[in-house]
């Protein structure tokens, strides 16, 4: 067949915003999409049982090379492919690279694009900006949660940790939570959790309540989203929450045992939950090794000590898909655990490249007109 020529459409961080990287409505509703054919089986991600998150240049403690790369706080690089099918039926891959240093320099803490490919020829149709793409995703994941898993009477909402992350889950859990009476803000730093109310009010209409300590945030919330960075982990115990809550926690927290094994636990893919142990099992320093970043990695020790039996934890894709439902009553105190999935952003990418075309966003660039050697 003749080659007409091949290009793919840029899209800029000014771009994903026309085109509605931030619609947290769209979003929750394209991750719903995605969760069903997740729960189906009707994707591949990485690795020889296509449910890896993606390869990471584990970079050495002490490096060989002048200027390789050294191990650091949050400094990885990280490649995550996907194909996702349905009415998607298209692979894209996200590739970032995150350094805290980043900060110093005026820029954030990671660096993310993402590009979308055909899924039969494998030809490149769009190379996005990511950043928000991948915060958008992020937050989704929570506002599906609350959907399917919130209690009846659910009406109030804990942000614990005012971030960027968390901007995301906050819209995203009173979409998915349809109604909502009062939002609970702490964080360390009192000024960001100013902000984000000022931030929040613009964007739905709740009651808001800064809060001076953690017990005050989380003592009357049904749903509760945990997305905190840096060294001082949260600390949650049983005791600290309401009857029927359902706590999120993307990014890391320090949870009792007993979190984990009284009531069941939902994760967004078991499955690659499973491949960070088999991965990190491979490393030299053993699981230690992804402590620091696995959302899952004190789950997945009492997992691997065969204290957290298998039936006791589900995936989202499951519970969209209607084959699992981990609350057995209104009062079962709930946990998700997020580690974030490749075939989430090739859903919201491949949303927005839509969009874009729709609305003629972004710049087409050439591959060629016909290929050199073909
Ligand atoms: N699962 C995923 O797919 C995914 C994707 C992106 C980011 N994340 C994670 O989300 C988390 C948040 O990222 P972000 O970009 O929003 O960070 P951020 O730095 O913008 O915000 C974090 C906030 O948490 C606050 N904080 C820190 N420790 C706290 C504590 N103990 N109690 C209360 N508040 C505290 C900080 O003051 C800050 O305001 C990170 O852990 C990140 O790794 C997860």
Redesign the pocket.
């Known amino acids: 067949m003749e080659n007409e020529g091949l290009q793919f459409l840029y899209l800029s961080e000014p771009d994903m915003l026309e085109a509605g990287v931030l619609d947290m409505k769209q979003c929750v509703r394209t991750m719903e999409d995605m969760f069903l054919l997740a729960g189906k089986g009707d994707y591949i991600m990485g690795g020889p049982k296509g449910n890896s998150h993606g390869i990471m240049l584990w970079y050495p403690e002490n490096p060989a090379f002048e200027g390789m790369p050294k191990a650091g706080p949050?400094r990885r690089y990280m490649v995550m492919p996907a194909y996702l099918g349905g009415r998607f039926h298209v692979t894209g891959q996200k590739w970032y690279g995150?350094n805290v240093e980043n900060i110093k320099k005026g820029m954030?803490?990671?660096i993310l694009m993402f590009s979308l490919n055909d899924a039969d020829t494998g030809a490149p149709m769009a190379i996005m900006s990511a950043n928000l793409l991948?915060?958008a995703?992020?937050g989704a994941?929570p506002g599906v949660a609350a959907k399917y898993l919130k209690s009846a009477s659910a009406e109030n909402i804990a942000v614990?940790?005012?971030?960027?992350?968390?901007?995301a889950c906050t819209m995203a859990i009173a979409e998915g939570m349809g109604r909502i009476n009062k939002v609970y803000l702490?964080?360390?730093?009192k000024d960001?959790?100013i902000s984000?109310q000022q931030d929040m009010e613009k964007e739905f209409i709740a009651e808001y309540e800064i809060c001076d300590s953690?017990e005050e945030a989380l003592r009357y919330a049904d749903v509760i989203s945990?997305?905190?960075?840096?060294?001082?982990?949260?600390?949650i115990t049983p005791e600290m929450l309401k009857p029927g809550a359902l706590l999120t926690i993307?990014?890391?927290a320090e949870l009792p045992d007993e979190m984990y094994l009284k009531n069941r636990v939902a994760v967004?893919n078991w499955q690659m939950h499973l491949d960070y142990l088999e991965e990190g099992k491979m490393h030299e320093k053993g699981l230690e090794s992804i402590k620091d970043?696995a959302?899952s990695y004190d789950m997945l020790m009492l997992y691997d000590k065969g204290i957290l039996k298998e039936d006791n934890i589900v995936s989202l894709g499951d519970v969209v898909a209607g084959t699992a439902a981990p609350r057995k009553s209104d009062d079962d105190k709930l946990l998700l655990v997020?580690?974030?999935?490749p075939i989430?952003d090739v859903a919201w990418g491949y949303d927005l490249y839509n969009k874009a075309l729709e609305k003629g966003l972004g710049q087409k660039l050439k591959i060629w007109d016909k290929p050199h050697w073909h």
């Open positions: 949050d995150s954030p803490r990671s991948s915060a995703r992020t994941v614990i940790g005012c971030g960027v992350i968390n901007h702490y964080d360390i730093n960001r959790a984000f953690l945990v997305a905190t960075a840096g060294k001082v982990k949260v600390h993307t990014g890391t967004d970043w959302s997020v580690g974030g999935l989430e």
